[in-house]
């Protein structure tokens, strides 16, 4: 479950950095 969250939460920060360094 805490694989999980830390893939999510990958997921999450590679998406935020895509929209700002667009």
């Not at 479950?1 to 830390?6: E, G, H, K, P, Y």
């Not at 990958?10 to 998406?15: G, I, N, R």
């Amino acid at each position: 479950m805490r694989a999980m969250f830390r893939t999510f939460f990958f997921a999450f920060v590679v998406t935020v950095v895509n929209f700002v360094f667009r």
